[in-house]
């Protein structure tokens, strides 16, 4: 069974988040994927805690682990002209490059994109930046709580004052974006014989979410503020109490909030509630009418009755709660990889599946994330070869 990029093969020299999670997207989809760190390693190998330490002054850190499954790892010097040699010679042989420095460092380490497609006509490279490549901020560097804040989307999070997102999704949605534009390359590469830059950043990330808030401003020209718990555009549509636990129910048509209305006793054509634009006009009475009638109700009762009704909702799960469930199980989200030092670890699986390989992602058998340097010696001699 062959996975769909297994005849890939990628070089990540990015660090942190948004380069490494788009290295491991195509790693998860069968490319080989070598990790070129530093001597010092990825930062996120110190970051923590928690650190995982199996044997007295080895530590590994989890944030590490969740972003560098199914790779390699070299450590190189890139100040350093024999590795700086051993770098070109990965690149001829390479499909694709990934880096996330800032804007300029990797042609002042001696790889300008001419460079590179000298080496390698046919490579596809890609950059991810902070701010993007170019413009009056292209030198920012990039952190992902300040493009959450940058790029707006803290002012939509929260209840009472701008929130981050509980992970990185700038990060996220960057490496996200860079590996579509990488396969996308990759592709049209068949055509033309020859690989293109392709470049992302976190901004572009953070502003490509906007999704409706984004026309609220470009469109409408209304300011979006903070959404809380609540769909700014439809009601009932959030986080409402029991007498337990909070629950989620989304009333995203008419039909779907007279079927709300008829299990619950309410009159759906009352004034104020009758349609979407009313109830989302007088939100705090439609909010305090489903809570009242949820009041008395735990949360399970609650969840039968809805379910009953035929109106989506859901629980707010704890992480632990999410992967204990059988339905997260059931769809491949888990899986079980061999670590060098840690042993037999459960890791976040990949999110994609395939008819011929339902329950692990793109590939027939996931490998852990490397120790630093874990490769050294394989491939420089697989260079050598």
Request: net charge negative; charged share 20%; hydrophobic share 40%.
């Amino acid at each position: 069974m062959s996975a769909p990029l297994d005849d890939v093969l990628v070089l990540d020299l990015t660090r942190a988040l948004a380069g490494p999670h788009a290295a491991m997207m195509l790693g998860d989809l069968g490319a080989r994927v070598i990790k070129v760190e530093s001597p010092t390693g990825d930062d996120t190998r110190t970051w923590g805690p928690p650190f995982v330490e199996p044997t007295e002054g080895q530590r590994e850190s989890t944030y590490f682990l969740s972003a560098n499954r199914n790779k390699e790892s070299i450590t190189l010097d890139l100040k350093d002209p024999a590795d700086q040699d051993v770098l070109a010679r990965l690149v001829e042989r390479a499909d694709v490059l990934m880096e996330n420095f800032r804007v300029g460092v990797l042609d002042r380490l001696g790889f300008p994109v001419s460079r590179l497609h000298e080496l390698n006509p046919r490579l596809v490279v890609l950059q991810i930046t902070g701010f993007g490549h170019d413009g009056p901020e292209a030198q920012r560097s990039g952190f992902d709580q300040i493009a959450q804040g940058e790029g707006g989307l803290m002012s939509l999070t929260g209840l009472t004052e701008p929130t981050k997102v509980g992970v990185p999704i700038a990060d996220l949605l960057a490496g996200m974006n860079g590996a579509y534009g990488v396969v996308s390359a990759l592709y049209e590469r068949e055509r033309t014989g020859r690989g293109r830059v392709v470049r992302t950043s976190l901004l572009a990330g953070m502003v490509g979410v906007h999704a409706f808030q984004g026309t609220k401003w470009t469109v409408a020209k209304e300011v979006p503020g903070l959404a809380g718990g609540h769909h700014p555009s439809i009601a009932p549509y959030g986080m409402f109490a029991t007498a337990t636990a909070p629950v989620q129910i989304a009333c995203g048509s008419e039909k779907l909030w007279q079927a709300f209305a008829a299990e619950f006793g309410i009159d759906p054509a009352e004034p104020g509630l009758a349609t979407n634009p009313e109830r989302v006009t007088h939100r705090d009475r439609t909010i305090a009418l489903v809570e009242s009638v949820l009041a008395e109700l735990t949360a399970e009762e609650a969840l039968a009755r809805l379910d009953g009704a035929g109106v989506p909702a859901g629980k707010v799960r704890t992480l632990d709660d999410v992967y204990d469930w059988e339905q997260t199980r059931s769809q491949g989200l888990l899986i079980d990889v061999d670590h060098a030092t840690l042993g037999a670890v459960q890791l976040p699986g990949p999110t994609l599946r395939f008819d011929d390989n339902a329950y692990a992602g793109g590939r027939e058998q996931h490998v852990a994330p490397p120790t630093l340097g874990q490769h050294n010696d394989e491939i420089r001699a697989w260079l050598d070869s």
